[in-house]
């Protein structure tokens, strides 16, 4: 059974640093992308940053651009979200993602962590 | 102009249809792109429904009922969403997105209330 879950969240002042952890089990991690995508509350869903199997290739939106690296480490099936440099407007839920939908139907989500930044 | 526009809010009777629309920017090609559509409710994790492109080009997610279907609008750069026989139990919140310029892209999402 494929299984995402997060951690790290929690209540950071602005300009304050977080990091994100998100541990996968039941799939060979090393061959799949992965995704951070988060949802402010009450708002939609925005995709944060993208990182292949291989770490080779990654992606980011604008918005995070210096401030969010996203890292993996296969060996240990785990997916990362370095943030500086925090703003009000990260406060949402972290959720990481496995790549896109598979051929079987399927696209896995963690639960989610929450992320928020007040002084 | 975002990338992807979504109608805010859709309502319809149970047993009738809903026709979501995800508008592409001008100048991006809705038949170019897989468009991916995602139920979430309120406090749960979102719910993967379906990816349309063409007719040649379309899956159903696992477990979504058949009655839940894609299909493009090129007149208006639009990718859609239908559900037929609406259930009280689709009440909830749409979004479309695709894979655009090396970043995935969603919309705003579209609130739908079964009344």
């Known amino acids: 059974e494929v299984q995402l879950v997060e951690s790290g969240g929690g209540l950071v002042q602005p300009g304050g640093s977080l990091r994100l952890s998100c541990a996968a089990s039941?799939?060979?991690?090393?061959?799949?992308?992965m995704n951070w995508v988060r949802q402010a509350p009450g708002k939609g869903l925005e995709w944060v940053s993208y990182?292949?199997?291989?770490?080779?290739?990654?992606y980011y939106v604008d918005s995070v651009k210096g401030r969010f690296t996203i890292s993996r480490d296969n060996a240990k099936n785990s997916l990362y979200l370095q943030m500086n440099s925090l703003r009000d407007e990260d406060t949402a839920v972290y959720y990481c993602?496995?790549?896109?939908?598979?051929?079987?139907?399927?696209?896995?989500w963690g639960q989610g962590t929450l992320v928020t930044v007040s002084s | 102009q975002p990338v992807l526009t979504q109608p805010t809010s859709l309502s319809a009777s149970p047993g009738a249809s809903a026709r979501f629309t995800c508008t592409l920017r001008?100048?991006?090609?809705?038949?170019?792109?897989?468009i991916y559509w995602y139920q979430q409710k309120p406090g749960s994790l979102p719910r993967y429904l379906l990816r349309?492109?063409?007719?040649?080009?379309?899956?159903?997610g696992s477990g979504v009922p058949s009655r839940f279907s894609g299909s493009k609008d090129a007149s208006t750069n639009a990718g859609l969403l239908l559900i037929s026989g609406l259930q009280s139990e689709d009440e909830a919140d749409y979004y479309c997105?695709?894979?655009?310029?090396?970043?995935?892209?969603f919309g705003g999402g579209t609130k739908l209330t079964v009344l």
């Open positions: 039941g799939f060979n991690f090393s061959n799949y992308g």
């Open positions: 990182i292949s199997g291989s770490s080779r290739t990654v």
């Open positions: 993602a496995r790549d896109l939908p598979d051929d079987s139907g399927h696209h896995y």
């Open positions: 997105a695709i894979w655009y310029s090396s970043t995935w892209v």
């Open positions: 001008s100048g991006i090609n809705v038949g170019t792109y897989r």
């Open positions: 349309y492109k063409s007719d040649s080009d379309k899956q159903q």
